[in-house]
């Protein structure tokens, strides 16, 4: 059964940094790509960033030279580092892959930015 499990959330305050880890069991994460979404409340999820399996890595433009994402192939992991956080980046913030042409979802991981 292929799982993936986002940990890492927590509170801090603006201009701040949190590193997220998706923990992938199942697969060979290395081997697909991984997006990272978010939801804030009442909002829709939204795409965050995607690193595929090979070249460049996607974010949106709200990120872009904040947040990074990387992997740890030898730990079945990808990380979102997030710095200078904002109050506006508060929201659940979930990792997702395709397998098999289904996606798969972690639970989420909350992340709170507030002084």
């Known amino acids: 059964q292929v799982q993936l499990v986002e940990s890492g959330g927590g509170l801090v305050q603006p201009g701040g940094s949190l590193r997220l880890s998706c923990a992938a069991s199942?697969?060979?994460?290395?081997?697909?790509?991984v997006s990272w979404y978010r939801q804030a409340p009442g909002k829709q999820r939204e795409l965050v960033g995607t690193?595929?399996?090979?070249?460049?890595?996607r974010y949106v433009d709200s990120v872009k030279g904040r947040f990074t994402i990387s992997r740890d192939n030898a730990k079945n992991l990808v990380y979102l580092q997030m710095n200078s956080l904002k109050a506006e980046d508060t929201a659940v913030y979930y990792c997702?892959?395709?397998?098999?042409?289904?996606?798969?979802w972690g639970q989420g991981t909350q992340v709170t930015v507030s002084s």
């Open positions: 690193i595929p399996s090979a070249g460049s890595t």
């Open positions: 997702n892959t395709v397998y098999r042409g289904a996606m798969v």
């Open positions: 199942g697969i060979n994460i290395r081997l697909y790509a």
